[in-house]
Every structure is written in structure tokens, then in C-alpha cells.
């Protein structure tokens, strides 16, 4: 259980202070697939970046199974990492190493050997993404669907409890973002993974999210069961998102 | 051009390789221990900046203008005022084994601005995702941002050894010995132009291998 409670991020920037969220509340239940939905801007990547500590919120607090994670630092704070896996836009693939080991990075957080069985686990998840054969090829050698499928299997190697996707299928072409989020939704539903999903198109909301929340200018508009509120949008933007609505309405 | 080789060399050959193994033992002991502290000062002054893992800015402004004030001093100088404390380190102030720590000295800082600029070159994205799950600060350093660096720090080793073989030239001054330090005895002081032309031509060539040996160094480890 994620419960986002009253999150305010302010940047404080030369030119003037940049007020990124505004009092965003939101609950993700266990198992959920929770997609978070605005336009360039909105704060998505600045929400997403706070659940796993990435960027600090200036007030608020983010409720992890009962620990306010806002509180965590040194070793507690990679151990909650180690339980929260990312998937970023631009994959954030090693470059120097193979598919391989950039799936088995994850799974050595300090220095010293690999755990046991770690090529193994590697192998078998790269299996999963339907990479097995591209074990030892370079993050160069591969297409971007490929890659963001390295960067799943690279998430799922530490068994997480939760994955945020930050625009996870953006850079990819619509056959490959297909591919991509069905992948995410299987692995959902095989392992029960939590799922916060980022994005700007709706497609990717409508294909796989069973919740979502409308942000606009950091504040959350609109939010519930993906179904009504595209049903029924009760906000210009996101009508103009659905394609129903003028943008400058 | 000698227009008789085998008396050339019959006369100067072993003081050429003399020369060589004295600019080489020169270059490759002072250029791996500048490096050795160079790594650590450069990683520092990356994490430490605005843009790196952990930002320290003071602490960072501070080291920032001590590396420049030590590269901002010419070598010759501070070999000089770096003397009594050679002669603490390694008993000595002349010779090969002389004039590594003023080398390393002025190398140390110019290595540690070469190894930050690498460093700032890796994708800030690589290292969020590093970052995201969970790896502690050892293992991002030495698992991923000194890897990721690896063919561009590469690059920067030609740099580095040949402004040092610049250096040690000036070595010579005080009996360092080496290539340069012929080239400006024989050829400067003595018009023995042969024997300047010659260790030129032994420089030139030996920059021309740095370079390309690292160049394809960097090219094979690099997997961009
Ligand atoms: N590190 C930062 N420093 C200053 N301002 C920032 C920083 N990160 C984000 N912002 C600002 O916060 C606001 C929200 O940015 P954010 O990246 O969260 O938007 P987004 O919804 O993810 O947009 P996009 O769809 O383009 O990725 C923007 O106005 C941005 O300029
Ligand atoms: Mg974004």
C-alpha cells in the first residue's frame, strides 16, 4: 500500500521558486496498476521521483506500508530502493555492460561478489522479456523496445514490491510500446507487483491502469477507476487528453 | 641527417637508450601515480559539484580553487619549491627517481580535472537508474561511473602522458635526464645538431605511439 499524503514540491530555481506539486494525495492499493496522467510539465516526473526518493518533497508524506519513507536515509533508504524497482524513459542502461549484467547489476547493491545464482536469475529474466538471446549483446546493439525490456527484467531482479514506470514506452514505436505494456501488464498480473505508471497518452492508461489520476499544473484534478473517469471527464484537460475536448477550453 | 649511421650510433647509441629508458621510467612512474591520486581527487570534485550524486558546494568551491591554484603553477617553479620535500620523500632531488614527485605533483591536479570531465560526461540517467535501485556509494563509483567513464578517461591518458613528456624536458634542467635532456645539452648547448634531430625524431615518435595506442585502447573497450 502506497498512500501519498499532501506532497508539495517547490523548486527553487534563479529565476523564481517553480511549485511542481500542490498538495497531491493519492492511494495505490496492493497490486494495483495506478496510472498518473498530464501533459508535459504537469509534475508526473517529479511525483514518481519522490516515491523512491529521488527528489525530496518539500511537505507531505509517502506511506509505504506504514513507513513514511520521507524519513528514510543511508542504508534504510537503499534497502526501500532495493524493493522499489524504476523504469525509465530513456532506460538508464550501462552502456559498458552487456544486457546481462546490467539485469544482474540490481541484485549487488554494496561491493564484493554477485550473489549466488545471479547469471542464472539474469538469464531466466531476460528469458521472461523474451531477450534470452541477447544475453551478452551491448545496450548499443539493441532497439529501443529491446532495451526498455532489459530495463524490465533489470527491475524485476531484486523481486520488487513496487515498479514506477516514468514514461516507460515514450521513446518507443507504437508496435514496440504495445509489446512493452502488455509485458508490464502480464508481469502484474503473474507477480502482483504494485505498478505507478507515468505517461502522457492515454492509450497507455486505457491498455493497463486500473486507477488513474489527471494532474495539471502539480495538482491532481481528477482521480478514480480508469473506466468512469473516461467515461465521464469531468475536467477540461482531461477531455482534451480523451480527445474530447478543446485544449484551449 | 648523419650521412654515417654506424658511427652515430657507435658514438650517441647508448646514450639514446639511455635517454629513452630514462624518459619512459620518467613518464609511465610519475603519469601512474598521478593517476592513482588524480582518480580519487577527480571523483571527489564530481560528486561534490552542483551536478553530481552529492552535492557539497562550498567544500567543493574550496577544492575546485586549490586544484587550479596547483595547475596554475609553472612546473619549473614548483620543482624547485617542491625540492625539500623530494629530497623528504625520496631522498634525492635529481635524477629519474628525483623529479617523479614534482611531476606527480603537477600532473596530480590536471589528471583530477580530466578524470571530473569523464565522469560528467556519463548520462545522468545511467546513474539514477543506479541510483533508484539502491546501490551504496562505493558500488555506484567503482560498479558503474568509473566503468561508464572508462574509454573516455582512456582518452585522456594520451593527453596526460604527453603534457608530462613535456615535463620531463624540462626535468632535464636539473639533471633529470631523459630524451629531453639531451636534446637541449647537445643540441643548445653544444650545436650538436645530429643528436638534438635525432632525439626529436625519437619524441615525435614515441608521442605518435601514445596516442595511437590509446586511441585504439579506447576504441576496443568502448561498447557505445
Ligand atoms: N530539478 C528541477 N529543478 C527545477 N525545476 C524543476 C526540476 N525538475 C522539474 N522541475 C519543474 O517542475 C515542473 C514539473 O516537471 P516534471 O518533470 O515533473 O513534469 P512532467 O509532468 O514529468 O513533464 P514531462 O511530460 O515533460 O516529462 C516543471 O515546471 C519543471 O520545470
Ligand atoms: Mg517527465
Given at each position: 500500500m502506497i498512500s501519498i499524503r499532501n506532497i508539495c514540491k517547490v523548486f527553487d530555481g534563479k529565476a523564481g521558486s517553480t511549485h511542481a506539486l500542490r498538495d497531491v494525495s493519492i492511494e495505490v492499493a496492493d497490486g494495483d496498476v495506478y496510472g498518473i496522467i498530464g501533459i508535459s510539465g504537469a509534475g508526473k516526473?517529479?511525483?514518481?521521483?519522490?516515491?523512491?526518493m529521488l527528489e525530496r518533497p518539500t511537505s507531505g508524506s509517502i506511506?509505504?506500508?506504514?513507513?513514511?519513507?520521507?524519513?528514510?536515509?543511508?542504508?534504510?533508504?537503499?534497502?526501500?530502493?532495493?524493493?522499489?524497482?524504476?523504469?525509465?524513459?530513456?532506460?538508464?542502461?550501462?552502456?559498458?555492460k552487456t544486457a546481462l549484467e546490467n539485469v544482474?547489476?540490481?541484485?549487488?547493491?554494496?561491493?564484493?561478489?554477485?550473489?549466488?545464482?545471479?547469471r542464472e536469475k539474469g538469464i531466466e529474466l531476460l528469458d521472461r522479456v523474451g531477450l534470452a538471446d541477447k544475453a551478452d549483446s551491448y545496450p548499443a546493439q539493441l532497439s529501443g523496445g529491446q532495451k526498455q525490456r532489459v530495463a524490465i527484467a533489470r527491475a524485476l531482479a531484486c523481486d520488487p514490491t513496487t515498479i514506477l514506470c516514468d514514461e516507460a514506452t515514450s521513446a518507443l514505436d507504437p508496435a514496440s510500446t504495445i509489446q512493452v505494456l502488455d509485458l508490464l501488464d502480464r508481469i502484474n498480473r503473474e507477480t502482483g507487483?504494485?505498478?505507478?505508471?507515468?505517461?502522457?497518452?492515454?492509450?497507455?492508461?486505457?491498455?493497463?491502469?486500473?486507477?488513474?489520476?489527471?494532474?495539471?499544473?502539480?495538482?491532481?484534478?481528477?482521480?478514480?477507476?480508469?473506466?468512469?473517469?473516461?467515461?465521464?471527464?469531468?475536467?477540461?484537460?482531461?477531455?482534451?487528453?480523451?480527445?474530447?475536448?478543446d485544449w484551449n477550453a | 641527417m648523419p650521412s654515417d649511421w654506424g658511427t652515430f650510433f657507435a658514438e650517441y647509441g647508448t646514450l639514446l637508450t639511455k635517454g629513452c629508458t630514462?624518459?619512459?621510467?620518467?613518464?609511465?612512474?610519475?603519469?601512474?601515480?598521478?593517476?592513482?591520486?588524480?582518480?580519487?581527487?577527480?571523483?571527489?570534485?564530481?560528486?561534490?559539484?552542483?551536478?553530481?550524486?552529492?552535492?557539497?558546494?562550498?567544500?567543493?568551491?574550496?577544492?575546485?580553487?586549490?586544484?587550479n591554484m596547483a595547475r596554475s603553477i609553472p612546473f619549473i617553479i614548483l620543482l624547485v619549491a617542491l625540492m625539500p620535500t623530494t629530497r623528504m620523500l625520496v631522498h634525492t632531488t635529481t635524477g629519474v627517481v628525483g623529479v617523479v614527485p614534482p611531476l606527480v605533483a603537477s600532473a596530480t591536479p590536471f589528471v583530477a580535472r580530466m578524470i571530473e570531465q569523464s565522469l560528467a560526461e556519463v548520462p545522468?540517467?545511467?546513474?539514477?537508474?543506479?541510483?533508484?535501485?539502491?546501490?551504496?556509494?562505493?558500488?555506484?563509483?567503482?560498479?558503474?561511473?568509473?566503468?561508464?567513464?572508462?574509454?573516455?578517461?582512456?582518452?585522456?591518458?594520451?593527453?596526460?602522458?604527453?603534457?608530462?613528456?613535456?615535463?620531463?624536458?624540462?626535468?632535464g634542467a636539473v639533471g633529470a635526464g631523459g630524451l629531453g635532456d639531451i636534446a637541449i645539452r647537445y643540441g643548445y648547448y653544444r650545436y650538436e645538431d645530429e643528436v638534438m634531430l635525432v632525439t626529436v625524431i625519437l619524441l615525435i615518435v614515441l608521442v605518435q605511439i601514445i596516442q595511437s595506442a590509446c586511441d585504439i585502447i579506447a576504441k576496443r573497450i568502448d561498447h557505445r
Open positions: 516526473s517529479t511525483l514518481v521521483r519522490c516515491v523512491n506511506l509505504v506500508d506504514g513507513t513514511d519513507v520521507c524519513t528514510l536515509s543511508g542504508a534504510a533508504l537503499r534497502e526501500y530502493r532495493h524493493r522499489t524497482a524504476m523504469i525509465f524513459q530513456g532506460f538508464g542502461l550501462l552502456a559498458q544482474c547489476f540490481p541484485l549487488r547493491s554494496g561491493l564484493g561478489r554477485m550473489p549466488e545464482g545471479a507487483v504494485t505498478m505507478l505508471v507515468i505517461t502522457h497518452s492515454m492509450e497507455v492508461v486505457e491498455r493497463i491502469c486500473k486507477h488513474v489520476s489527471v494532474l495539471v499544473n502539480g495538482q491532481v484534478v481528477e482521480q478514480g477507476i480508469t473506466e468512469e473517469v473516461f467515461a465521464n471527464p469531468q475536467h477540461s484537460v482531461t477531455r482534451a487528453l480523451l480527445g474530447r475536448g | 630514462d624518459t619512459l621510467a620518467m613518464l609511465f612512474a610519475s603519469t601512474a601515480l598521478a593517476y592513482l591520486f588524480g582518480i580519487v581527487l577527480g571523483v571527489v570534485l564530481y560528486l561534490t559539484s552542483p551536478i553530481g550524486l552529492t552535492p557539497r558546494p562550498v567544500f567543493n568551491a574550496v577544492l575546485g580553487w586549490i586544484v545522468r540517467d545511467t546513474l539514477e537508474s543506479v541510483v533508484s535501485f539502491g546501490a551504496s556509494m562505493p558500488r555506484i563509483v567503482l560498479g558503474a561511473l568509473l566503468p561508464e567513464a572508462l574509454p573516455s578517461i582512456v582518452r585522456g591518458v594520451s593527453i596526460t602522458l604527453i603534457s608530462v613528456l613535456g615535463y620531463t624536458a624540462i626535468a
